[in-house]
């Protein structure tokens, strides 16, 4: 998501200027201005933030018995987003710990073919050790540095996908539960098993 | 799962690997500077050196590992055990073990020791080959010297 104003913002999520920049001085404390910048991850949570608070408003509502269904399908949804907010306030700090040790892996990378390389080679060089045999030792440098910082990179992946398996696990125990929930509170509304 | 200790830790010591590695060609190592005058005209016995160099570093890491292991006092044998799965893929990646098991570690530094042994004899054979090399072209020089000599000798005698 691209970096926007306050007036941007509403206009892209439909809400009138006033009202987003009440929630925006509500919600965060912070008094905003139709020009006031917003990043990625203040959009996101104002998003979260209207979503839950929606679908909030929609459960709270008396809903015509056709639209049970809806309103029992965007309870679940609602359900879904709370756990999964919850999830990512829970493991914010291994989120971060995971992002933080690609980017270290990016950043020495990167160091290392635009700087360190060079700096190796120049050694070579002033000590007059000869051309050919110099390019042979970069060659084996450049392997062995590649090789450990590849591993060190599929650590650093496998390590994500823990905690990615760990979201996935608890978001799905999460949606059969509320499943369950709602199958539950279906048949007592509709006596679904009262004939059986 | 790993935790995020001994992932970091892990991390931390491949990365200190990597950081020797560049020291070494930095700080004019001996190891690296020394066998390429030496052997600069005996690509081979070169070859053999920027093996063994390569190879001490791969085993250097166990060392890290071993001494970062020390400091998980409170579970030393599992995170030794995580050390030594990486420290076995490391190994796999240049083809010396093909396998991650923690159980294989013993197997895997023997092998890279064996391979270090190994062109440790065969630097020393190039080494004794070139010094007997050596030997022989003074005792032919010296040969013809005096050869030389005796034919100038029977030459003056003659005349």
Redesign the interface.
């Known amino acids: 998501m691209a970096v926007r104003t306050v007036k941007e913002f509403a206009i892209l999520v439909n809400i009138r200027l006033d009202e987003m920049l009440q929630h925006i001085q509500s919600k965060t404390n912070n008094v905003a201005s139709p020009d006031t910048k917003l990043s990625d991850d203040e959009q996101n949570r104002l998003l979260h933030i209207f979503l839950l608070e929606s679908a909030a408003e929609l459960s709270k509502q008396q809903v015509p018995e056709g639209l049970l269904e809806t309103k029992a399908k965007l309870e679940l949804l609602y359900q879904y987003e709370k756990h999964y907010l919850e999830l990512i306030k829970e493991y914010k700090e291994?989120i971060k710990?995971a992002a933080s040790?690609q980017e270290d892996?990016r950043r020495?990378r990167s160091q290392?073919f635009t700087q360190?390389l060079r700096?190796?080679v120049q050694?070579?060089q002033v000590?007059e050790?000869?051309k050919k045999?110099?390019s042979?030792?970069i060659e084996?440098?450049v392997a062995?540095?590649t090789?450990?910082?590849?591993?060190?990179s599929?650590?650093?992946k496998t390590?994500v996908v823990?905690v990615l398996g760990i979201f996935k696990e608890e978001a799905k125990q999460e949606v059969s539960k509320a499943k369950l929930d709602d199958i539950g509170n279906a048949s007592t509304t509709h006596g679904f098993f009262k004939n059986s | 799962?790993?935790t995020?200790k001994e992932?970091?830790a892990?991390?931390q010591v491949?990365?200190q690997?990597?950081a020797e590695?560049?020291q070494d060609?930095?700080d004019?190592k001996p190891d690296?500077?020394a066998p390429?005058?030496k052997y600069?005209d005996s690509p081979a016995l070169?070859?053999l050196a920027?093996e063994k160099y390569?190879m001490t570093?791969l085993i250097s890491h166990w060392q890290l590992f071993s001494h970062e292991a020390t400091f998980f006092t409170d579970k030393q044998k599992e995170t030794e055990a995580i050390f030594a799965t990486?420290f076995l893929?490391?190994l796999g990646?240049?083809a010396i073990i093909k396998t991650d098991h923690a159980g294989q570690l013993n197997l895997g530094i023997q092998l890279i020791q064996d391979m270090q042994n190994t062109l440790n004899e065969f630097i020393k054979v190039g080494d004794n080959s070139d010094a007997m090399r050596k030997k022989f072209e003074v005792e032919i020089e010296k040969n013809r010297v005096l050869f030389e000599r005796e034919i100038k000798k029977l030459s003056e005698m003659e005349l």
């Open positions: 291994e710990f040790l892996l020495e290392f360190t700096e190796v050694t070579l000590q050790i000869d045999v110099a042979q030792w084996d440098l062995s540095y090789k450990s910082i590849d591993l060190s599929d650590l650093a390590h823990q | 799962m790993q995020k992932i970091f892990t991390l491949l990365k690997g990597r590695m560049v060609f930095l004019h690296i500077y390429s005058f600069e070169l070859n920027r390569f570093w990486v893929q490391l990646k240049w």
